[in-house]
């Protein structure tokens, strides 16, 4: 688990470590730019000739002190220094007269000249305002060079908390970054301008939380350790017992795929409820499932007795990929909430998220729930149509509105988009680093779904099964574009690229 963190809280990390832990400030500093100056000896030549763009604080404090070490390390450096000296953090003085004291050259105007690399100490996270006048001709002009881009813990002009610009940005190639990569990093726009992301220990570390942690994070492979242990001697019953409520007539495909990526993630029996219509696709394509199948030209009543028995075999329940949203659809979700046991989870997707949005009665339902966990995953779309807000509005401050709306729901909340995020009732925040733009293809949310279903199915917590469900599922895209290309890709590719995520073996005792 990676901790991903705000400006604020990065800010009070900070101040934890100097003010309590009595680590100087210029300490931590030095130690920063030391880690910059070592990747550069080791990736570029000595003849590289390299501008540092050097603001008014700490941000520009660290790149003085990078140019120092460039400078003594026998590289060409030019320093240039923006902005009122006046106006200079204390540390970012002191940087200042170490320089002076080396009689190395300082910039007031940017030469013209050309660079091989341009240090970006410009802002960093501090930075609260539109970048306007000058500053953003400056930053134009360093997009402009032909030149390797390092941003300093963040390109100047993204905001470090939500990734919105402040009006224009440093583009970044690489962005080494100090203590924890900053939340807004990860979330686009500002994810795009960053490049390849570097992790610098400078010194702020767990012990600097003081008991506040992030509430922020995301994963990388070694937490795929985290996933539900396979047990040599067990058997199908053991390893989970889905029940799968998808699929209206011509949508056969929802259920298919939802039902193969809940097999493929290691459920040990998956059983579709599905529409008559779907009962030679699914038996065809997917042998291994069980069928419950309705007709919806019979009264609801016909097929009641039929799914109670269901809802007594199953240990979770996944509704709504391809449902639709006909009468007959309606009924199944309202028995749904009725009649399932209270131990049983609920993983609620697409059409199931839009029949609930549209039912007072189901909402309140949904409010009033306190025994059952439920997992929802709607995509930007349909948590507009949940929330009654905007997509606009939704993609201004996404976190904020999900802790509103699990704050009034009882659920973990996955909101599907170009970076997912999974937010709980208890202020955890995931923000998904898989995956990429290969995956905006019809299908890619039912895998999703049946991925989670079997986390479920498995034993895995709600917040463990989507979050870490989340991380596969886009894990496996990644694998996929290797593969193809993100022309190409496909929800069934992502599916089959679960048997090579998994072929390791890892999963067994």
Same mark, same amino acid.
């Given at each position: 688990m990676k901790y991903l963190v705000s400006k604020e809280e990065m800010e009070s990390y900070d101040n934890n470590t100097t003010a309590y832990f009595q680590i100087p400030s210029l300490v931590l500093m030095e130690r920063a730019a030391l880690f910059v100056y070592e990747y550069i000896r080791k990736n570029y030549s000595i003849s590289s000739k390299i501008l540092l763009?050097?603001?008014?604080?700490?941000?520009?404090?660290?790149?003085?002190?990078?140019?120092?070490m460039l400078y003594l390390g026998k590289y060409s450096v030019t320093v240039l220094i923006v902005g009122n000296k006046e106006n200079f953090s204390v540390s970012a003085l002191k940087q200042y007269e170490i320089l002076q004291k080396y009689d190395i050259p300082l910039e007031d105007v940017l030469p013209e000249k050309e660079y091989d690399i341009i240090v970006d100490g410009l802002f960093g996270?501090?930075?609260?305002?539109?970048?306007?006048?000058?500053?953003?001709?400056?930053?134009?002009?360093?997009? $402009?060079?032909?030149?390797?881009?390092?941003?300093?813990?963040?390109?100047?002009?993204?905001?470090?908390?939500? /990734?919105?610009?402040?009006?224009?940005?440093?583009?970044?190639?690489?962005?080494?970054?100090?203590? *924890?990569?900053?939340?807004?990093?990860?979330? #686009?726009? /500002?994810?795009?301008?960053?490049g390849k992301i570097i992790t610098a220990d400078i010194g702020i570390n767990e012990h600097s939380f003081m008991g506040q942690y992030p509430v922020a994070f995301t994963y990388d492979n070694l937490d795929l350790s985290l996933l539900p242990k396979r047990s040599s001697y067990g058997n199908k019953g053991d390893f989970g017992k889905a029940l799968i409520i998808a699929g209206? &007539?011509?949508?056969?495909?929802?259920?298919?795929?939802?039902?193969?990526?809940? &097999?493929?993630?290691?459920?040990?029996?998956?059983?579709?409820?599905?529409?008559? %219509?779907?009962?030679?696709?699914?038996?065809?394509?997917?042998?291994?499932?069980?069928?419950?199948? #309705?007709?919806?030209?019979?009264?609801?009543?016909?097929?009641?007795?039929?799914?109670?028995?269901?809802?007594?075999?199953?240990?979770?329940?996944c509704m709504g990929p391809g449902l639709g949203k006909?009468? *007959?659809?309606?009924?199944?979700?309202? +028995?749904? +909430?009725?009649? =399932?046991?209270p131990q049983i989870p609920f993983i609620i997707d697409a059409d199931a998220i839009n029949i609930i949005s549209e039912s007072d009665n189901l909402r309140g339902k949904l409010r009033e729930n306190n025994t059952r966990e439920i997992i929802m995953t709607p995509h930007i779309g349909e948590l507009s149509r949940f929330t009654g807000l905007p997509?606009?509005?939704?993609? =201004?401050?996404?976190?904020?509105?999900?802790?509103?709306?699990?704050? $009034? &729901?009882?659920?973990?909340?996955?909101?599907?988009?170009?970076?997912?995020?999974?937010?709980?009732? %208890? $202020?955890?925040l995931y923000i998904n680093c898989s995956g990429n733009e290969g995956m905006a293809t019809a299908g890619m949310g039912d895998a999703l779904s049946g991925i989670i279903t079997a986390l479920i199915a498995q034993g895995a917590d709600s917040y463990l099964a989507a979050s870490l469900g989340v991380y596969i599922h886009g894990l496996c895209g990644d694998l996929a574009k290797e593969e193809m290309g993100s022309y190409s890709l496909m929800a069934s590719d992502v599916i089959k690229q679960l048997k090579n995520l998994f072929k390791g073996g890892f999963l067994n005792d």
């Open positions: 763009v050097c603001g008014m604080g700490n941000n520009g404090a660290d790149a003085m002190a990078l140019a120092r996270i501090g930075l609260s305002r539109d970048i306007t006048g000058d500053y953003e001709q400056l930053i134009s002009g360093l997009n $402009n060079q032909n030149a390797i881009k390092i941003a300093l813990d963040i390109p100047s002009g993204v905001d470090a908390s939500n /990734g919105t610009i402040k009006n224009c940005a440093i583009i970044a190639d690489i962005t080494i970054t100090f203590g *924890y990569i900053k939340k807004g990093m990860m979330l #686009y726009p /500002g994810k795009t301008l960053c209206s &007539y011509q949508m056969a495909g929802a259920c298919e795929i939802a039902a193969k990526a809940c &097999y493929r993630m290691g459920a040990g029996m998956v059983k579709v409820v599905t529409s008559t %219509k779907n009962r030679l696709i699914i038996q065809t394509n997917l042998p291994e499932a069980l069928l419950s199948c #309705y007709d919806t030209d019979r009264d609801f009543s016909d097929f009641a007795d039929i799914l109670e028995e269901d809802l007594k075999w199953c240990n979770c329940v006909d009468r *007959y659809a309606k009924q199944l979700i309202s +028995f749904l +909430f009725e009649r =399932t046991p997509v606009e509005m939704l993609k =201004t401050d996404l976190e904020k509105i999900l802790k509103q709306t699990v704050e $009034n &729901y009882p659920i973990v909340l996955v909101a599907k988009d170009a970076v997912t995020m999974v937010y709980d009732k %208890k $202020n955890k």
